[in-house]
């Protein structure tokens, strides 16, 4: 399932875009992601709110995958964990005047507290079970973050500074597209050391990985710790880009977002979910806009996408550009991706 | 006799007998201290608890699919019986000594349970059939996360042809309330309660003393084994998604005049249920069915005492403190092992 240039066969200048988890098509990505806001229908700024968004869910989904295609849990409360990264972050700044480049990072710290606890609980239940776990965890915080109207503001939402006092979208879009390459980085390198097969290891069978001398409690609560940690930061972006923060952030429908973006993307490769994001992301929004006299249809055509590709292709899109592109006949094709 | 005083005191000891006696206590003390009506309501609330929990904890069971559409069929009941019961409602105002004043509620909720099924059986060959052909390993996750994709593609059909209104009615059955111990309780309610307590009871009986219930069982057991023994999986594993759809759309249907039927009213039965079927272990109908209730106590008391809205932290809080210590449920079974892949 690997498909980022392994060191023993790539060239050497490959050899350190390797090891951060990069191939020649990844840096093309990365460049045309960076060029895209110059490139003419993307100048506009209603488009650039999308691509952020887009950029949003696909971060995301990389810290989601990080946890659901490793040790094989799914965080349902991840939305929650990363409302909660948010307004930890908003209530700093606007409480105490904390700015928000610091306070994202205090949010960070504070979900990864959460993580930590929520790792900590969920290590006797395996599977479904640490799921449902997580997913009581995320609705008690909506719940929290709703009835604490005192602290939150509840349903009427809480005003954040922005992180850039302008109107311009452009500097949000490079700050979450560096967030989006560093969370990868980060989670590659990660699984990409001896960790990485540990997290493997437990997820495809606990028991086995114990025998082998694994240590499941370890990198079980290390997974959930890094990957909300992620999600912390994040949640703070979002709430200082939007300049708003509601407890919907924290709902069960914002991480089917993600979940399904991850899962279309291909479980267990990281780059999946953030490839398949922004295309994605952009469909949605095209039909919800245009169609908008057929609430829902967006969501229903979202739906069926998920459920075909549990059913037909439950490898995701990394699974097909593995066995397609990254195999295929065309050498061009091949050393594009870093298999030459 | 000192043998049976001994085993008493072993169950009261045990994890079952704690939290039976203490939902017993704190059910007994809020009723003494704030009045009878929170129990009328916990046994309410309970009994619609007990339908879609009973069908999840079944689908869990049998099927190893971790439901997570279960609340979406519910909302199907409730809109379906809504588009019966409105024309019904209709007839009877003009012609009001017909037999459809008694009986039109009775059709729509019948109604309710016959699309809850046929929804079930539609979703089980287009959807769970061709992944159990297609899926050899991590078919709890997989089939978890086809669930959520049911969830949010039913959801979101409702929105589209049926729109995001609140489509509910103002009762099924009018007349007077009927009146105990110094509650008043609206005939609906009595009435819907009492159908859940004998759809539950028929669902057990059906379960314990049929042959397809029993054959339901031992799949649930052990396919494999059941299998050998000549049951044919396939039409076991059909009729347990038409029975737990079945159960669930009547919840939705018995219930709307409580519930307005709207595209994502179908959460909130769903995280309870899950709370119960967490809470009680899986496989058990019993079990199920006491744990209803005891949720339903949780909720109401939080209500009571803590506020309206807080009935979501505060069980879940609970429910992640049973988990903690007792991560099979109260009444635990064997069958959890099934799980764990």
């Known amino acids: ?340 | 006799m000192s043998d049976n005083l001994k085993d008493k005191i072993a169950w009261m000891k045990s994890a079952k007998g704690i939290t039976i006696l203490g939902s017993i206590f704190l059910a007994l003390f809020a009723t003494i201290n704030s009045g009878p009506y929170v129990l009328v309501n916990t046994i309410i609330t309970g009994g619609m608890l007990a339908l879609v929990s009973t069908g999840l904890t079944l689908m869990l069971g049998v099927l190893n699919i971790a439901m997570f559409a279960h609340g979406e069929f519910f909302m199907i009941g409730s809109l379906s019986a809504y588009y019966v019961f409105t024309p019904i409602s209709n007839y009877t105002a003009m012609h009001p000594d017909s037999f459809l004043v008694t009986w039109g509620p009775m059709v729509a909720i019948f109604t309710s349970m016959v699309v809850g099924a046929i929804a079930g059986i539609i979703a089980e060959f287009l959807v769970f059939r061709p992944l159990r052909k297609r899926a050899a390993e991590n078919w709890v996750m997989n089939s978890f996360l086809l669930t959520v994709g049911l969830s949010v593609l039913l959801v979101n059909l409702h929105q589209l042809i049926f729109g995001a209104d609140f489509k509910g009615i103002v009762r099924y059955w009018g007349g007077m309330p009927f009146s105990f111990a110094d509650v008043f309780i609206s005939r609906d309610r009595v009435i819907s309660f009492c159908l859940s307590a004998f759809i539950v009871f028929l669902f057990w009986a059906f379960m314990t003393y049929t042959r397809t219930g029993r054959a339901i069982r031992a799949v649930s057991q052990d396919a494999t084994g059941a299998q050998i023994v000549g049951i044919n999986i396939e039409t076991i594993v059909l009729m347990t998604i038409s029975l737990s759809c079945a159960l669930a759309g009547v919840a939705g249907g018995s219930l709307l005049f409580m519930y307005p039927s709207y595209p994502t009213m179908g959460l909130e039965p769903l995280y309870m249920a899950w709370f119960v079927v967490i809470l009680s272990g899986l496989g058990n109908i019993l079990g199920a069915v006491a744990g209803a209730f005891m949720v339903a106590l949780l909720k109401v008391v939080t209500v009571e005492y803590v506020g309206a809205g807080w009935d979501f932290v505060v069980p879940s809080i609970l429910i992640m403190l049973i988990l903690i210590f007792k991560p099979s449920g109260i009444f635990g079974s064997e069958v959890r092992g099934v799980l764990d892949t």
């Open chain 1, 1 to 340: 399932m690997e498909t980022t240039n392994t060191v023993q066969s790539s060239p050497a200048w490959g050899t350190l875009l390797g090891k951060i988890g990069f191939n020649p098509a990844g840096i093309l990505c990365v460049f045309l992601l960076m060029a895209l806001p110059f490139i003419p229908p993307f100048n506009q700024e209603y488009l650039l709110r999308w691509l952020i968004y887009a950029a949003f869910i696909a971060t995301l989904s990389v810290g989601f995958d990080f946890t659901s295609g490793y040790i094989n849990i799914v965080n349902f409360g991840y939305a929650a964990v990363a409302g909660y990264g948010g307004y930890t972050s908003a209530l700093l700044a606007v409480n105490l005047n904390i700015s928000p480049w610091i306070g994202i990072f205090i949010g960070g710290a504070n979900a990864a507290v959460l993580g930590l606890i929520i790792g900590m609980i969920s290590l006797r239940l395996r599977g479904i079970f640490a799921a449902c776990l997580s997913w009581f965890f995320g609705l008690a915080l909506m719940g929290l973050a709703t009835k604490l109207v005192w602290l939150t503001r509840g349903p009427l939402g809480l005003r954040t500074p922005r992180m850039f006092e302008t109107e311009s979208n452009i500097p949000f879009y490079y700050l979450i597209i560096v967030l989006l390459i560093l969370t990868y980085v980060i989670c590659k390198m990660v699984v990409n050391s001896k960790m990485g097969l540990a997290f493997k290891a437990i997820g495809q069978n606990m028991d086995a990985a114990r025998t082998s001398g694994i240590n499941p409690v370890f990198y079980r609560v290390f997974n959930f710790t890094l990957s909300c940690a992620l999600a912390g930061i994040l949640g703070g972006f979002y709430g200082h880009y939007y300049g708003i923060l509601t407890p919907e952030v924290m709902h069960t429908t914002k991480t089917v977002e993600v979940l399904a973006v991850a899962y279309i993307g291909g479980r267990g490769s990281l780059w999946g979910g953030a490839v398949v994001a922004f295309p994605f992301i952009f469909l949605m929004e095209i039909i919800r806009s245009t169609l908008s006299h057929l609430p829902g249809l967006n969501l229903v055509i979202y739906a069926l996408m998920l459920i075909l590709v549990m059913i037909y292709y439950p490898g995701g899109f990394s699974h097909f550009f593995d066995v397609h592109i990254r195999q295929s006949k065309n050498k061009i094709l091949r050393i594009l991706t870093g298999n030459a």
